[in-house]
């Protein structure tokens, strides 16, 4: 009966599982079409995120170039309004350098009547109440007409509206009329407005042509005295000028230093001192090179003609500057112009508008930086500048090519220490080198000796004692038992030739090592004598340049 029971439980167990077993197929089934549907969902999701991508991008697309039209648009308007604004306020200034730059080329010709360039200046000084180039402009005319009286009244007003511009171009003005004490007067006007502490390149290059002699000779030295005193200023505001300029010239004096270790290799081979060597005496050798670049730059041949030509057109550079007041209106035209060159791009022309400026703004040091600047750099600084720069600062040179020669000068040593590997000797002249080289030919037969007494062995030895105890014992065995007496005797052999052989190379390592000492210590001495000579040529160099007047590196 329970074999019944349990066949049948059994078999309701077996449909059960195969129950459950049908639903789980179906389950998966249905996972599977759940997982395929996540998948297609997935790909339709991305194909959304990618179309939604492109609807962003073209959106934004099409609003930047919708804002880069309304820029491009609003700025042409603003051009327009600013151009009326420029030409309502500013038109007058315009025509204004415009007739200074004709009369000034009208009066090199003579071309033009007396009468007409008197009644152009006096109807623009008219129309210009604020300009300061509208009564140079009258200046200049009354001077053409002889009406001193005039001239000095322009002359004024000029100076109360812009002193330092007004005083230099009426010394450029005067300098194309070689009106020499007049430019002079100008010029010192001019120098007078100007900030040691805060000097341009400008200013610089008038300095320039000025010692150079391109605005006439200074017999009162009007000029000469304001450089005097913006030096000894600079001097004055810093407690640290003289040792700065000592320190900064030194350091310029460096960039000759030689390297004497290509000149004497075995100096800087074998001698312990080298560095100290090295330190004074190549600076000894660089003076020719330094003295022959001040030399080259003090006798310099200054183009005359092409530095006036220069002034000329710093003056028509100057007469052509816009004034303070059209500024604001001049950058915003030129922002508004780079917008619509670059159509509508206002970020573009920001940043090109402020690269613009930075590079259009002169560059200002003190004097004494913009002089040092013109001698030390490697730029395209006109001969004439660098000469004159060198002229005012000839004696700070001068200080710091001292301090460059000497600081090493006592490090400089008396003797020297020849080192070849672990041996070393002294020489102070050279005249010990006998003994040197007898004491590094001792020192390496010693080391010979030692090197010989570990390549010798005592295996030949012992090779020979054992071929003789297994020769005897080889031979008392052919008489018992021949076999192995004569295997014994074969031995025996073998250990004399490895004897012989032994021998054979424990004596050639010995000529070898003494054919190696020997080559060492001939070259040794060659190359002590060798050091020794070049150590003498130095001291000599040095002891020559010591016993010498002090050299100038700029002549006075």
């Not at 009326?84 to 000034?104: A, P, S």
């Not at 009547?113 to 129309?127: D, G, Y």
Request: some cysteine.
């Amino acid at each position: 009966m329970s074999g019944v029971v349990d066949s049948a439980a059994i078999n309701a167990l077996n449909s059960r599982v195969k129950k459950v077993e049908d639903r789980t197929t179906k389950l998966e089934g249905m996972m599977g079409d759940v997982n395929e549907n996540l998948r297609e969902m997935k790909g339709s999701l991305r194909n959304v995120d990618t179309s939604l991508k492109q609807l962003i991008d073209g959106f934004n697309r099409m609003m930047n170039e919708q804002k880069r039209t309304a820029d491009l648009q609003g700025a042409l308007t603003e051009l327009v309004r600013v151009r009326q604004e420029i030409e309502q306020r500013f038109g007058n200034y315009k025509i204004v350098r415009e007739n200074m730059l004709g009369i000034l080329q009208a009066t090199d010709v003579a071309l033009v009547k007396k009468t007409t360039i008197s009644r152009i200046s006096e109807e623009l000084m008219l129309s210009t109440p604020d300009y300061w180039l509208a009564p140079c402009l009258v200046a200049v005319a009354a001077w053409i007409g002889n009406d001193r009286d005039l001239a000095d009244r322009a002359i004024r007003e000029a100076i109360k509206r812009d002193e330092e511009k007004t005083a230099l171009t009426m010394a450029l003005i005067c300098r194309r009329n070689n009106r020499v004490d007049t430019c002079f007067e100008w010029l010192s006007i001019y120098f007078r407005n100007q900030s040691a502490a805060n000097f341009s390149e400008g200013s610089f290059a008038y300095i320039d042509a000025y010692v150079n002699g391109i605005f006439g000779d200074d017999d009162k030295h009007m000029c000469d005295d304001y450089i005097t005193r913006w030096i000894n200023e600079i001097r004055g505001n810093s407690s640290n000028f003289e040792s700065e300029q000592e320190e900064m010239w030194k350091s310029y004096c460096e960039r000759f230093k030689m390297r004497i270790g290509d000149q004497y290799p075995l100096l800087a081979q074998n001698i312990v001192e080298f560095p100290q060597i090295d330190a004074y005496l190549g600076r000894i050798e660089s003076v020719d090179s330094i003295a022959g670049t001040f030399t080259g730059i003090r006798e310099a041949y200054v183009d005359q003609d092409n530095l006036k030509k220069k002034i000329d057109s710093n003056l028509i550079s100057l007469i052509n500057r816009f004034d303070g007041n059209e500024i604001p209106l001049r950058n915003e035209e030129r922002f508004l112009l780079r917008v619509k060159e670059f159509n509508g791009d206002v970020e573009r022309a920001r940043a090109v508008c402020e690269q613009e400026e930075r590079d259009r703004k002169e560059h200002t040091l003190n004097l004494v930086e913009q002089m040092t600047h013109a001698i030390i750099s490697d730029d395209d600084t006109i001969p004439s500048q660098k000469k004159t720069a060198v002229s005012f600062l000839s004696g700070y040179i001068k200080k710091g090519f001292d301090t460059y020669i000497n600081e090493n000068k006592q490090s400089f040593p008396e003797q020297v220490t020849i080192k070849m590997g672990d041996w070393s000797g002294q020489t102070t002249d050279g005249s010990n080198i006998p003994a040197l080289t007898s004491q590094y030919e001792s020192y390496l037969r010693q080391s010979c000796e030692r090197e010989k007494a570990a390549a010798t062995t005592n295996k030949p030895q012992g090779l020979m004692i054992g071929a003789i105890v297994v020769g005897v014992i080889s031979l008392l065995l052919l008489f018992g038992v021949p076999f192995l007496g004569i295997v014994g005797l074969i031995v025996a052999g073998v250990l004399a030739f490895n004897m012989n052989k032994e021998k054979k190379e424990m004596a050639q390592k010995i000529l070898d090592i003494n054919a190696k000492y020997e080559v060492l210590i001939e070259d040794g001495k060659k190359t002590i004598a060798q050091t020794a000579t070049q150590w003498v040529e130095a001291k000599e160099a040095v002891d020559r340049f010591n016993n010498s007047p002090t050299r100038e590196i700029i002549a006075s």
